[in-house]
């Protein structure tokens, strides 16, 4: 179950698009710039680390059984496991949507504002807090792989 890369970019660029032209759009009807507030850019980490915190006993029973070499190890609900894997895939591709919204948004900041000073900085911080939670999609997805074969060979 890969994501193709091809579909990253093309969300991350939908993103981007989507963000500009929502801010040409709004600003051109006269209505404020779409900014980020705190509680947006707190909401996003929050579900970054939030699935990367979930996923955690999962990647702690692949790192114990690699280890170990011994199947007394207790193994986490398969059901959940692969529930959790599809949420951080959801998590990384929304991440990646709201990153490139934000850099949409300072593009369009940079290039066609007059006064962007006051709205670099909040578009800033969803830049990071969209960074955030795409690593922290990226992070539960790779805390969900599979642990390797007794024979050393990758699942």
């Given at each position: 179950m890969k994501l193709d890369i091809r579909f990253l970019i093309g969300w991350f660029v939908?993103?981007?698009?989507?963000?500009?032209?929502?801010?040409?759009?709004?600003?051109?009807?006269?209505l404020g710039f779409p900014?980020?507030?705190?509680?947006?850019a707190t909401s996003l980490i929050a579900i970054g680390i939030g699935i990367y915190?979930?996923?955690?006993?999962?990647?702690?029973y692949r790192n114990q059984l690699e280890k170990a070499q011994q199947q007394s190890v207790?193994?986490?609900?398969?059901?959940?496991?692969f529930r959790l894997l599809v949420l951080a895939r959801a998590v990384m591709i929304t991440?990646?949507?709201?990153?490139?919204?934000?850099?949409?948004?300072?593009i369009w900041l940079w290039l066609f504002?007059?006064?962007?000073?006051?709205?670099?900085?909040?578009?800033?911080?969803?830049?990071?807090?969209?960074?955030?939670?795409y690593l922290g999609g990226l992070g539960a997805e790779y805390n969900c792989r599979l642990p390797k074969d007794p024979d050393g060979e990758t699942a």
């Open positions: 939908f993103g981007g698009i989507s963000g500009a032209g929502a801010s040409q759009i709004a600003t051109g009807f006269g900014a980020t507030d705190a509680f947006l915190g979930a996923t955690f006993p999962i990647f702690r207790k193994r986490p609900d398969p059901l959940l496991s991440g990646l949507g709201f990153l490139g919204w934000h850099i949409g948004q300072l504002s007059i006064a962007p000073t006051g709205l670099v900085l909040p578009t800033l911080v969803g830049v990071g807090a969209s960074l955030l939670m």
